[in-house]
């Protein structure tokens, strides 16, 4: 079953989780001199990607049911069908966006490690949606 959420909570937490984030970034940077790319929040990108996710898993999964309404009965097998859409959904518009060149992960100095065998960024997308908002 779907859980209702408020966008409006939702948002506030988001940008706040993001702000927290800058300024622990901000903190690292001063004490390893290391700058770290991190992405500004785009509320507007991040909705419309929401946007275009529901509608695309809406129409495969009406598209699926009418042509194999008896296969999808249960409330479960619809719970599985729907997940199994909206992530291949998601799989997709990350395709369309970056193609075969996802964002680097790499920080800006090649090489540096924040903590044993991590060299990852901490700019990565922010993408901090459960399923249940996406839904």
Do not use: N
Request: net charge negative; aromatic share 8%; glycine share 6%.
């Amino acid at each position: 079953m779907k859980k209702e959420v408020d966008m409006e909570k939702f948002w506030g937490d988001a940008e706040l989780r993001h702000s927290k984030l800058k300024e622990i970034v901000k903190q690292i940077e001063l004490k390893t001199g290391v700058q770290i790319p991190i992405k500004e929040f785009d509320r507007k990108r991040i909705e419309e990607d929401v946007e275009y996710v529901k509608a695309k898993t809406k129409e495969i999964e009406e598209r699926i049911i009418a042509t194999t309404e008896e296969l999808f009965e249960s409330e479960k097998e619809r719970e599985l069908l729907h997940i199994s859409i909206r992530v291949s959904c998601d799989f997709h518009k990350f395709l369309l966006d970056f193609g075969d060149e996802p964002p680097s992960m790499k920080p800006s100095m090649s090489g540096t490690r924040f903590a044993p065998g991590w060299t990852g960024s901490i700019g990565s997308p922010f993408t901090a949606m459960e399923s249940e908002t996406i839904l």
